[in-house]
């Protein structure tokens, strides 16, 4: 069994001490000193805390050997994944079903999006959203919609209800994919991806709207991720500006390329 290896290095990597984690899982120091001695054994009631505060199953905890797994790999196993689902990213997601046994989409509003941070694993609270139906999206995956706030990704206007896909496996998304990302110190937040989960165990995060600074988030603290497909908004979107650097840049690089075209043309005239 290599619990008490496996807790003392996912307590580390973490940066907890002991103390930290005792007071967490409110229990005494020496006891949880204990397990990661091999001096004592948790109860059953205790390895079901330990295995939710690190968030990693018991099964894994108790009969898997994370010493001998890479970086990359004890990464994927702290952002979800099973180790006994072979290369898989496989993650529980809390939905809900029509009459006709055919998932929803949930909606969570602005109202309801404080409360999705904390209820988004409970079945509870997912069963009382409001739920609805788009007939061109795929029956074959997962999609939910979230309400925006913020002007971060105009031309998507502020109010807008952006629907996304389930992503299951976060290294798919691709660099410059909107997604929706829940993580449970920031909420919900609507960004654009840079994807370095392989190499550095984080997601940079970007807005449209060029006045907003990007950031990087641990894996760690992400909770889901749905791949953006569409929104819808009562609102027509602004037009740009015409003298904006990036349509300046975009223009003269058709400029150039036309010009280009317009050399090769000519030199293989006179050749």
Not at 44 to 52: F, G, H, V, W
Not at 201 to 209: E, H, Q
Not at 246 to 255: C, E, G, I, T, Y
Request: proline share 4%.
């Amino acid at each position: 069994m290599y619990f008490s290896t496996n807790i003392k290095l996912l307590r580390k990597r973490r940066k907890r001490t002991q103390d930290d984690v005792a007071f967490a899982l409110e229990m005494k120091r020496s006891t949880y000193s204990g397990y990661e001695n091999k001096v004592a054994q948790p109860t059953l009631d205790a390895l079901i805390k330990i295995s939710e505060y690190y968030q990693v199953s018991a099964d894994v905890l108790l009969k898997i050997d994370l010493l001998q797994y890479s970086e990359h790999e004890l990464r994927q196993i702290e952002m979800g994944s099973d180790v006994y689902v072979k290369g898989s990213n496989l993650r529980i997601l809390t939905t809900t079903v029509g009459n006709d046994n055919e998932e929803n989409i949930e909606l969570v509003n602005l109202k309801a999006k404080a409360g999705y941070t904390r209820g988004f694993a409970d079945p509870e609270y997912i069963k009382v959203l409001p739920t609805f139906r788009l007939p061109f999206l795929s029956r074959e995956k997962k999609y939910r919609t979230f309400q925006i706030s913020g002007d971060s990704m105009l031309p998507i206007p502020d109010g807008a209800y952006v629907t996304g896909e389930f992503v299951e496996n976060w290294e798919a998304i691709r660099n410059g994919e909107a997604c929706i990302v829940l993580t449970l110190d920031e909420g919900i937040v609507f960004k654009c991806v840079e994807n370095e989960l392989s190499k550095k165990g984080k997601l940079g995060l970007y807005s449209l709207n060029p006045a907003y600074e990007p950031y990087h988030i641990e894996a760690v603290d992400i909770k889901e991720i749905w791949k953006f497909v569409n929104y819808i908004s009562p609102e027509m979107p602004e037009a740009l500006p015409p003298d904006l650097d990036l349509h300046k840049a975009v223009a003269n690089l058709q400029k150039e390329i036309l010009e280009l075209k317009s050399e090769v043309k000519k030199s293989r005239g006179n050749s």
